[in-house]
């Protein structure tokens, strides 16, 4: 299926396309919660570097560099409907793929990068991976930890940080956001490297 909106197709060399979706949900109501963190790194990135996002099919994206980045605007347990036509339109091989998201088994402060694996109980990923018949793409994940107790998973995620872990999600985010460079940059292995040990619980974000 051929995305709606005409736009220049970029770099006539198929193998350097790559595609950077952040997984969220459309509107002020989920803006700041921990399920939007995928959202907050695409954000940055494009504030930082001055970029304009457009309306194309079921996302907003834009370009950048000799690729894309992408929040699909379907609600994040129908994202690979938005995700797997633009792969399949502009010929985005799997490991070219990056989908940054939240984690809750990863603790607030840590990220992890890897390819491949099943979804866990991420319900974006787990579209993208239905909807694209293969689970080898990249995945940045970013820790907001586990409910407390009386706190079911989807009343979590959905919810806002508190005040005094909002700066720790922002330090997290502004982390994720420079493992993207590296990841479009220098590779995977380079942004495993370098990010998946950093803890910014004890770095303070410094």
Do not use: C
């Amino acid at each position: 299926m051929r995305p709606d909106v005409e736009i220049d197709e970029g770099d006539p060399d198929v193998s350097a396309r790559f595609l950077v979706v952040g997984l969220g949900n459309p509107g002020p109501r989920y803006a700041e919660t921990r399920h939007n963190l995928g959202f907050w790194v695409v954000d940055r990135i494009a504030r930082e570097e001055g970029l304009a996002w457009r309306q194309q099919g079921r996302a907003f994206t834009t370009r950048w560099r000799r690729g894309w980045l992408m929040k699909p605007t379907t609600f994040m347990n129908a994202s690979g409907e938005a995700v797997a036509p633009f792969v399949r339109y502009y010929e985005i091989a799997p490991e070219r793929l990056l989908v940054v998201h939240d984690d809750m088994d990863l603790p607030l402060g840590r990220l992890r990068l890897r390819r491949g694996g099943s979804a866990g109980g991420q319900k974006g990923v787990r579209s993208i991976i239905e909807q694209l018949g293969t689970d080898r793409f990249d995945r940045l994940r970013i820790g907001v930890g586990r409910p407390p107790a009386g706190w079911d998973a989807a009343s979590w995620v959905l919810s806002k940080f508190a005040p005094e872990d909002r700066p720790l999600a922002q330090r997290a985010a502004e982390a994720a956001a420079e493992a993207v460079r590296v990841w479009e940059a220098e590779g995977l292995e380079a942004a495993q490297q370098r990010f998946n040990g950093l803890d910014l619980r004890e770095s303070g974000g410094s």
